[in-house]
Structures are given as structure tokens and as C-alpha cells.
Antibody, heavy 121, light 107 residues
Framework: QVQLQESGPGLVKPSQTLSLTCTVS??????????WSWVRQPPGKGLEWIGY???????FNNPSLRSRLTISMDTSKNQFSLKLTSVTAADTAFYYC?????????????WGQGPLVIVSS | EIVLTQSPDFQSVTPKETVTITCRAS??????LHWYQHKPNQSPKLLIK???QSISGVPSRFSGSGSGADFTLTISGLEAEDAATYYC?????????FGGGTKVEIK
């Protein structure tokens, strides 16, 4: 059974860096069928794809965040991470990690719980 | 960027009715369109892949259709547990994008 679990601070100060880690169980980050992704949802708004990382270490980010965003992975721990710099209140959102199944058509077939991260002083 | 426009934004429906949600892409995307159900305090759930292909474990009352730029999600015989927001998502090109969502309320 595939499970994803986000971890990280729920409160970040403006201008600082938002950091989250997703721990995956039941699937290997080194499986070449999947991309490991981040999706966020500001409260009361829709879903926004942030970016994803492939088993090779290549990452692809949403251009709207590209200059502030880093996605990395630690295959020894089966974890991947998100770092978003220079955050503002607009970055307050529920942050989901998700498995993107390219082989199955390019959809998100497993998701984490999506903790709320608040940007506030 | 491929923009997905969903309609309606909100729908209030009586149980057993049929619900139809549309998703229009800003360019042709073949069948690279997927549907999700998102309930409060839960993570999104994949309902339909490739516009019309069913997902194991999803009730058969959920179906999808369309290709090119116009797609439809149909819920035939709405049940109370179907109250949620529904999103379409395209995988044709980067950045991956979602529609704005359609909230379905049960009367």
C-alpha cells in the first residue's frame, strides 16, 4: 500500500524559507514510472501544481515559482523535499505531496494528507 | 500554459439526480485529461483517467467523456457522499494545470 506523509513546520515567517519533506512508503523513489510531486491549495482556492522530481534527480518546476523553488530527493530515506524561499502570505496553503503516474497517463494517483502551512509573522 | 475552465463553479443537487461538470481546455489536449474528487479535510482522489477510463474502486456512477478540448464528468444518481469539489487536470503539457473546481452540494 502506497503512502505519502508530509512533515515540516506549520508556520513560517514572511521572507523566510518554507521547507517540507515527504516520506514515501510502499513504493520506491527510484521507480522510473513515477514523478514525485508537490501540489498546493490556498485556503478557499483551487489546486496548483508546484513541481516534481524524477528518479534521476531531474526536477521540473512551475514557472510561476521557479526562481524560488527547489525540489530534491534522498533515495536512501525514500524521501523528497520542497524548499520555497522568500515566502509571503500568498504562499499560505495546504501543501500536498503526491505520486505522479506518468505511465498511467499522467495523473496523481496517491496523495499525502496535505498539512496547512501558514506564512505569518 | 494550458488553461482549464470548469463549469459550473457550484451546483446544488438533489440525491439521485444526474450531475454534469464540464472542463474546457485552452488548446487541444487529446485525451490527457483526468478528474479528481476532493472532500474537505481529505486529499484529492483520482476518479477518471484519460478522459473516460475508470479507476479501480471508484463507483460506476462516475463517468467521463470527451476529447480534444471539451470534456465532461457525469455523476449518474448522485449520492450524499458525493458532496465534494471536483477538479479536472491536464497532463498534455507543462506546467501541469488544474481546472478551477466545481463544488457539488447536496440539497
Amino acid at each position: 500500500q502506497v503512502q505519502l506523509q508530509e512533515s515540516g513546520p506549520g508556520l513560517v515567517k514572511p521572507s523566510q524559507t518554507l521547507s517540507l519533506t515527504c516520506t514515501v512508503s510502499g513504493a520506491s523513489l527510484t521507480n522510473n514510472e513515477y514523478y514525485w510531486s508537490w501540489v498546493r491549495q490556498p485556503p478557499g482556492k483551487g489546486l496548483e501544481w508546484i513541481g516534481y522530481i524524477y528518479y534521476s534527480g531531474d526536477s521540473f518546476n512551475n514557472p510561476s515559482l521557479r526562481s524560488r523553488l527547489t525540489i530534491s530527493m534522498d533515495t536512501s530515506k525514500n524521501q523528497f523535499s520542497l524548499k520555497l524561499t522568500s515566502v509571503t502570505a500568498a504562499d499560505t496553503a495546504f501543501y500536498y505531496c503526491a505520486r505522479y503516474n506518468q505511465a498511467n497517463g499522467g495523473n496523481f494517483d496517491h496523495w499525502g494528507q496535505g498539512p496547512l502551512v501558514i506564512v505569518s509573522s | 500554459e494550458i488553461v482549464l475552465t470548469q463549469s459550473p463553479d457550484f451546483q446544488s443537487v438533489t440525491p439521485k439526480e444526474t450531475v454534469t461538470i464540464t472542463c474546457r481546455a485552452s488548446q487541444t489536449i487529446g485525451s490527457s485529461l483526468h478528474w479528481y474528487q476532493h472532500k474537505p479535510n481529505q486529499s484529492p482522489k483520482l476518479l477518471i483517467k484519460f478522459a473516460s477510463q475508470s479507476i479501480s474502486g471508484v463507483p460506476s456512477r462516475f463517468s467521463g467523456s470527451g476529447s480534444g478540448a471539451d470534456f465532461t464528468l457525469t455523476i449518474s444518481g448522485l449520492e450524499a457522499e458525493d458532496a465534494a469539489t471536483y477538479y479536472c487536470q491536464q497532463s498534455y503539457g507543462l506546467p501541469l494545470t488544474f481546472g478551477g473546481g466545481t463544488k457539488v452540494e447536496i440539497k
